[in-house]
């Protein structure tokens, strides 16, 4: 009898730890926003197409902001639901070019984009310290900034 509830106990211990595996690997295969391969996909008229120069260029760090008909915005404040508020830097400071909805705003030459939306244009790239999959076609929860601690190269 004692027997028996052993090997039950280890059997449920078993499935537990085997569940504790699995999910993190579900996780990380498992798209939350996949990528939008060209402007003809694009769910809004209005858009605006954003990226940050990549560390290691002489301009790193610059923003480089365009609109639908490509004119270019220069010293560009954003504001609302943006990329850099959920993905890690590994991401949107990598040179991933970014698909911003919203509206823009003038003040004093000054120009303001606050946004509602966004999507990733082209493929995602990841910074190479990263320990993250590089999955090129979307991002998984393990792109999140949760995850930095334990997987950004920084």
Same mark, same amino acid.
């Given at each position: 009898?004692?027997?028996?509830? +052993?090997?039950?106990?280890?059997? &449920?211990?078993?499935?537990?730890?085997?569940?504790?595996? $699995? &999910?993190?690997?579900?996780?990380?295969?498992?798209?939350?926003? !996949?990528?939008?391969?060209?402007?003809?996909?694009?769910?809004?008229?209005?858009?605006?197409?954003?990226?940050?120069?990549?560390?290691?260029?002489?301009?790193?760090?610059?923003?480089?902001?365009?609109?639908?008909?490509?004119?270019?915005?220069?010293?560009? +404040?954003?504001?609302?639901?943006?990329?850099?508020?959920?993905?890690?830097?590994?991401?949107?400071?990598?040179?991933?070019?970014?698909?911003?909805?919203?509206?823009?705003?003038? +003040?004093?030459?000054?120009?303001?984009?606050?946004?509602?939306?966004?999507?990733?244009?082209?493929?995602?790239?990841?910074?190479?310290?990263?320990?993250? $999959?590089? !999955?090129?076609?979307?991002?998984?929860?393990?792109?999140?900034?949760?995850?930095?601690?334990?997987?950004?190269?920084?």
């Amino acid at each position: 009898m004692k027997l028996k509830q +052993n090997i039950k106990k280890r059997k &449920i211990l078993m499935i537990f730890f085997s569940v504790l595996v $699995l &999910i993190p690997i579900i996780l990380a295969f498992m798209p939350i926003k !996949m990528s939008i391969p060209s402007t003809d996909d694009i769910k809004y008229s209005d858009y605006f197409i954003v990226y940050l120069i990549p560390e290691g260029s002489t301009d790193s760090g610059s923003v480089i902001c365009y609109d639908q008909d490509e004119v270019y915005y220069n010293k560009i +404040n954003f504001k609302g639901a943006l990329p850099q508020n959920l993905l890690s830097s590994d991401i949107y400071a990598s040179g991933t070019q970014f698909i911003l909805y919203g509206t823009l705003s003038v +003040n004093e030459d000054k120009y303001t984009l606050n946004v509602f939306d966004w999507d990733i244009m082209g493929y995602v790239n990841r910074d190479c310290d990263s320990l993250r $999959l590089d !999955m090129k076609k979307y991002i998984t929860v393990f792109d999140l900034k949760w995850f930095d601690f334990l997987l950004s190269g920084n």
